[in-house]
């Protein structure tokens, strides 16, 4: 089964603080994805990485940024919270080859005060 | 801007019944089909792919692809209580294997 993993479930942060979300898959994806999802909005695409220290930008990369520095690991930054990225953060992975589809972590509900 | 459009519903129906979810997409270039689940305060758990025109069955779920109209659909029969969630219709788009995800079809399965 693919796992991915999380770094928390649940995150408190100030306005202006640096957050760091951690992502980890074990199924040797080449893809990973960042997501956020609001009610009303569904999910909305941040960025992805295809490979290993490669990102590109999604629908919504501003305040946001992200490092690949392990196939395995895939980190969202926000370099200085603010409350409006208040939302649930969900990671996903895919493989390279097959149906693209994607398996999600169990999400992060970051809320920034 | 390519997009999966869903209604939000709620879709509310009986326990036991046919419980039929749709959506439609605009990038003509999609080639591959999701309907992920997704219970509230939980992530989007994978159900089902479809990637060519018809039907694919797995157990009470069908999927249903029309690429001709854009179209798909998931079809559970025998609606359970256990099926009342967000049912998300996702299709591919763009490069680099992205995909677009529906806002989603919340299902209220009534006992």
């Known amino acids: 089964d693919v796992k991915v993993t999380q770094s928390s479930r649940y995150l408190v942060k100030r306005t202006g603080e640096k957050v760091f979300l951690e992502c980890v898959q074990d199924?040797?994806?080449?893809?990973m994805f960042w997501y956020r999802q609001d009610p009303g909005l569904g999910l909305r695409l941040i960025y992805f990485?295809?490979?290993?220290?490669?990102?590109e930008k999604g629908d919504i990369p501003e305040g946001y940024s992200v490092s690949r520095e392990k196939k395995e690991r895939f980190s969202l930054i926000l370099e200085s919270a603010s409350t409006n990225q208040t939302s649930m953060y969900l990671c996903?992975?895919?493989?390279?080859?097959?149906?693209?589809?994607?398996?999600f972590g169990p999400g992060t509900r970051l809320t920034v005060l | 801007q390519k997009e999966v459009e869903q209604n939000s519903g709620p879709l509310s129906v009986p326990e036991g019944a046919i419980a039929s979810l749709n959506c439609t997409y605009s990038?003509?270039?999609?080639?591959?089909f999701f309907w992920y689940r997704q219970y509230s305060g939980k992530s989007p758990e994978l159900i089902m792919s479809?990637?060519?025109?018809g039907d694919k069955e797995d157990g009470r779920f069908t999927a249903q692809l029309n690429k001709a109209s854009q179209y798909v659909s998931l079809l559970i029969r025998d609606s359970q209580p256990s099926d009342s969630a967000t049912y998300l219709c996702?299709?591919?788009?763009?490069?680099?294997?992205?995909?677009?995800f529906g806002i989603g079809t919340k299902l209220q399965v009534i006992p």
């Open positions: 199924m040797d994806h080449e893809n």
């Open positions: 990485s295809y490979d290993v220290k490669m990102k």
């Open positions: 479809i990637y060519s025109n």
């Open positions: 996903a992975s895919s493989p390279l080859t097959g149906g693209n589809e994607q398996f």
């Open positions: 996702a299709a591919t788009s763009g490069g680099y294997q992205k995909v677009t």
């Open positions: 990038d003509r270039g999609s080639q591959s």
